[in-house]
């Protein structure tokens, strides 16, 4: 068991939170809690940071309602912060209405830009369930899901998009 796992234990003990609460909570197999615990592979960044946020938020006393106002601050705040990365409009971005599909619109194309940055930030810097940003987002788990993918992909081609990424996590880690 490694030093961040074996943290990520005691501290689910200390909070008195099951293991199965904890991983439906976090959005990782049990199967995958059990063999960390048995030390058959190594946790992944992106599992640990689910299960330490689960925990950071039972610690700091937040009920599911708090927590969907914290998702939805957390998606808006950062979306702000990406469209001011970009140079574009922070109230423009955040009215965008991602449902809408408006693609030959070129100002909703760079808020959907924004939005797909945002998401891969929070679920990949922050750990957050694809299933939280997509209720704080509006849009579907898929569209959510698929984003994450395609900012994943283009990453390896688009050096200011890394550049970007690097940035923000770096800052809000």
Not at 86 to 101: H, M
Request: net charge positive; aromatic share 8%.
């Amino acid at each position: 068991m490694t030093i961040e796992f074996e943290a990520v234990e005691k501290k689910r003990v200390r909070l008195g939170m099951t293991k199965t609460e904890l991983c439906r909570r976090a959005g990782v197999a049990c199967s995958t809690y059990a063999a960390l615990l048995a030390s058959r592979h190594e946790a992944r960044t992106a599992t640990l940071a689910k299960l330490n946020t689960v925990l950071n938020k039972k610690a700091a006393g937040f009920g599911e309602q708090t927590a969907t106002n914290a998702y939805n601050f957390a998606y808006r705040s950062l979306l702000a912060l990406v469209a001011y990365r970009k140079d574009l409009p922070a109230a423009q971005v955040l009215s965008a209405n991602p449902t809408l599909r408006a693609t030959n619109n070129p100002e909703w194309r760079r808020a959907a830009d924004c939005r797909r940055i945002t998401f891969h930030v929070l679920n990949g810097a922050f750990g957050f369930r694809v299933a939280d940003i997509a209720r704080a987002a509006g849009v579907t788990k898929a569209a959510v899901s698929l984003a994450i993918k395609e900012i994943e992909d283009a990453r390896d081609f688009d050096s200011d998009l890394d550049h970007i990424l690097n940035d923000l996590t770096y800052l809000l880690s």
